[in-house]
C-alpha cells in the first residue's frame, strides 16, 4: 500500500481524507487514488493502483475504465470491464 506521504494534499484534498471517501465507496475518491498512485509516486505503484481503478470502474465509474486502459496499460476487458475490440 503507498504511503501518504507520497501524494498527501494533492489538489488540496488530504490523501487520508482521499483514502477515507474512496474506502467508504466514493467512486471518484477511488479514482483519483488510482491516478495518483500511477501518476504522481515515484516509482509508481501500478497494482495499487490498478486496485483502485478496477473498484470505481466496477461501480460503473466510466473515467475509472478508461484510465484502466490508459495509465496501467491493460485494456479494461481484461478486467471483465467494457468490451473488447
Do not use: C, K
Not at 474506502?23 to 509516486?41: H, K, P, Y
Not at 516509482?43 to 486496485?51: G, N, Q, S, T
Not at 481503478?53 to 467494457?82: E, K, M, S
Amino acid at each position: 500500500m503507498a504511503s501518504d506521504h507520497h501524494w498527501s494534499n494533492h489538489r488540496g484534498f488530504s490523501s487520508g481524507r482521499r483514502r477515507e471517501a474512496a474506502t467508504a465507496g466514493d467512486t471518484d475518491a477511488m479514482n483519483n487514488l488510482g491516478l495518483l498512485l500511477a501518476t504522481q509516486v515515484d516509482p509508481p505503484e501500478l497494482e495499487e493502483a490498478r486496485r483502485w481503478y478496477q473498484q470505481a470502474a466496477t461501480a460503473g465509474h466510466t473515467d475509472a475504465i478508461n484510465d484502466l486502459r490508459n495509465q496501467v496499460g491493460r485494456p479494461a476487458h481484461d478486467y471483465g470491464l467494457g468490451s473488447q475490440r
